[in-house]
């Protein structure tokens, strides 16, 4: 079972995971969901589209105007305890680096604290440990956080992936996580150029063998836009050629812009898998 907080799935579940971005500067809806009534409008509308999990961040990933530790508590802590009051079995995850963001915002219910820059702060595991909240050990090559990648290298993209990602799963559980609360992604974009970003996805069936529950976040990515030569807002079908690829390789949950568009790939790679039965069937019958 995949264990997320108050909430378990089957380990061969596809989840979405519906990005809710608090930031005024995010690469692709430039500050849409910032205020709290857009914010949660996201949330209504992703959770309606079948999204078992939201995402709620309160920093951009890439470089942009410094946000300091106060001012992300603002922008998600009080926006987290709304949500749970809300949406009781909704899955919450908040995509943060820093141990005292992860702290504040499990006292108030989230679910699942996403670490995007690969245990960056030492202490945010701990924290997850502390509230029986899930963890996402990711690979960023040792990037810092809000860095672009420069001329990075790898002998081997994925053994480093996994080399990293299994040390912090493995040092996640000696601290106290579930091991079934322990998710590793290999952070498409994040230390990596495109050429890394396609490889990883290609070998995604190395990083599901290990048994670990696995998330990708592919949504709208550079690596998606360089390969097909698309700006953000035109990246959509090769997001979703993306997501197929890997839902078929075994990931299990999917960061995304789109919801319901997502939605509809998982469920129908899950049905050509022999796992999920059509909604209706009456070509042929009648």
């Not at 009051?85 to 006292?107: L, N, Y």
């Not at 080399?163 to 912090?168: P, R, S, T, Y």
């Not at 998982?266 to 070509?283: F, H, K, N």
Request: overall charge negative; glycine content about 8%.
């Amino acid at each position: 079972m995949i264990r997320l907080g108050r909430r378990e799935f089957a380990d061969d579940a596809r989840l979405v995971m519906a990005v809710v971005n608090r930031t005024p500067d995010s690469f692709f809806d430039r500050g849409a969901t910032f205020g709290d009534e857009a914010a949660m409008a996201r949330v209504r509308q992703a959770v309606t589209e079948g999204a078992e999990i939201v995402d709620i961040g309160g920093v951009k990933a890439g470089p942009g105007d410094a946000v300091d530790t106060s001012a992300e508590m603002d922008r998600v802590v009080g926006f987290v305890a709304a949500v749970r009051a809300e949406f009781p079995e909704v899955v919450i995850s908040v995509d943060t680096w820093r141990a005292d963001v992860g702290r504040a915002v499990c006292e108030v219910g989230a679910d699942v604290l996403n670490d995007a820059w690969g245990g960056y702060d030492r202490e945010l595991a701990s924290v997850a440990a502390e509230f029986d909240a899930a963890l996402v050990c990711t690979h960023v090559g040792g990037a810092e956080p809000r860095t672009r990648p420069h001329r990075v290298h790898y002998d081997d993209v994925m053994a480093a992936v996994l080399e990293h990602v299994l040390a912090e799963a493995e040092r996640a559980v000696a601290l106290g996580v579930h091991p079934r609360s322990v998710i590793i992604d290999p952070a498409h974009d994040f230390g990596k150029n495109t050429w890394h970003s396609l490889e990883v996805t290609r070998r995604l069936a190395e990083m599901s063998a290990t048994g670990w529950p696995l998330l990708v976040s592919l949504s709208r990515k550079d690596f998606v836009g360089e390969t097909l030569d698309l700006p953000v807002d035109e990246r959509l079908n090769g997001t979703l050629a993306a997501t197929a690829i890997s839902a078929w390789l075994g990931a299990n949950i999917f960061r995304a812009h789109d919801v319901r568009a997502t939605r509809q790939v998982l469920d129908m790679v899950a049905s050509i898998a022999g796992q999920r039965p059509p909604t209706r069937v009456v070509r042929g019958l009648a």
